[in-house]
């Protein structure tokens, strides 16, 4: 009988704690992976206040499941995505590393851990091949990882100390270029990388990192139902759209609420609605939520709000939906919600750049609109609102995205090429590579 594989999944948050997509793309993996013949998973999570650290020790368990283990970490440079602590790293993340002793290693983000995580593992488990999925663009651009200008947030094309010194100007070029020689001597340290987009990877290989050494693999999802289409009369409107994601302006919610409020009412019909569900408004600058408030009073009715959510929660919130509107103003990568509304059918108003334009293709399973446009994406509601066979045609031909088996499979492909290279260049299966799109 073969021995079973143990792979250590590790995350920048529980999904318990932080619903975001990275949180809940590397949960699913775990589970999906544990589920998988002749492999055994377990999952470390960085937690930080408002927690409180266990006395002793930065490794933690709130009642969760057998195999996850929280760590807590709360001394971190975002500027270098560095850990302060080290002797706290030594002490605590390599020992558990090395009780656990893993066949492969999966970082799915040191965002809180920090970059010498991968180091540590290295150098406590020297034959351990190490992964690290990329879920954004947080090493290459220290604007939150948005590739994003700082100046009127128009997008930025290219990666380099001059540019990104130009954002920056208080911190300067020569630091811009200590920062990324930084971080690429730990991500050198990995063996291989996966990304849920091949733009995100275009992106990395521009930076410097090699091609050959990347995978794209779609996030899996855990499905928990599947929401039938919304009924409707006939001669009936396909006129509730919805936006789930967090409240901040680089997502774009303002420019969704502000062209609802320019709809026609003719076009609109009188059962229309703006479904938003999301939070965190309190926490933006206070421009951005003054903006977004006076678009809210303008629309009116035609907006409503029902918080956050979770994910075993949309089966439920989706039911009522006829469209999803995904109106980020920077590239993104591979939104877990385009995976989710095709899951249940629903087509995407998108747009037209990044990981968004990649996942949704115009005119096929959704809309794409011009980047921060509003009056185009005006223009796209109202195609979406007065095309009456439109909606059936997109549905149509939306194609059912992967599970989380499947995406556990295709990982495990992943780790078994790693490991049966015992060190060397691994063999990938061909579908395996990543190709510029």
Known sequence: MSKTKRALIISHGHPSFSLGGGEVASYNLHNGLHDLPGWESHYLARVAPPIAQHRGSALMALRQKEREVLYYANDYDHFRLSNR??????????????????????????????????????????????????????????????????????????ASPADCAGCFPHIGEAEFFKRELFLKTFLEQADFYVSPSNFLIDRY???????????????????????????????????????????????????????????????????????????????????????????VEKAGDRVRFYGSYRSAELPGL??????????SIWWENSPVVIQEAFLHGRPIIASNIGGMAEKVTHGVDGLHFRNGSVEDLVDRMT?????????????????RPIDRAECARQHAEVFDALLAAGGAAPSIPERAVAQRS
């Open 85 to 158: 602590n080290l002797p706290g790293l030594e002490k605590d993340f390599v020992r558990y590393v090395r009780d656990l002793q893993p066949d492969v290693v999966n970082f799915h983000h040191f965002l809180g851990l920090g970059i010498e995580t991968i180091q540590a593992v290295r150098q406590a488990l020297p034959r351990v091949p190490i992964v690290v999925t990329l879920h954004e663009y947080l090493s290459i651009c220290h604007h939150h990882g948005q590739m994003v200008k700082t100046s009127r947030n128009t997008l930025c094309y290219r």
């Open 318 to 327: 989706m039911k009522d939906v006829d469209w999803m509107v995904i109106p």
């Open 383 to 399: 195609e979406a609102l007065t095309s009456p066979d439109l909606w059936d045609r997109l549905r149509l031909r939306i194609r």
């Open 205 to 295: 290989v521009d930076w410097g990192l090699p091609r050959e050494k990347f995978r794209m693999i779609e996030n899996g999802l855990t499905i928990e139902g599947i929401a039938p289409p919304r009924p409707v009369t006939r001669g009936g409107k396909r006129n509730r759209f919805a936006f789930f994601g967090q409240l901040t302006e680089f997502k774009g919610a303002h420019l969704l609420v502000e062209a609802v409020s320019r709809l026609s009412d003719k076009a609109w019909g009188e059962d229309g609605a703006l479904m938003i569900f999301g939070g965190n408004l309190e926490r933006q600058p206070e421009a951005y939520q003054k903006r977004f408030n006076d678009a």
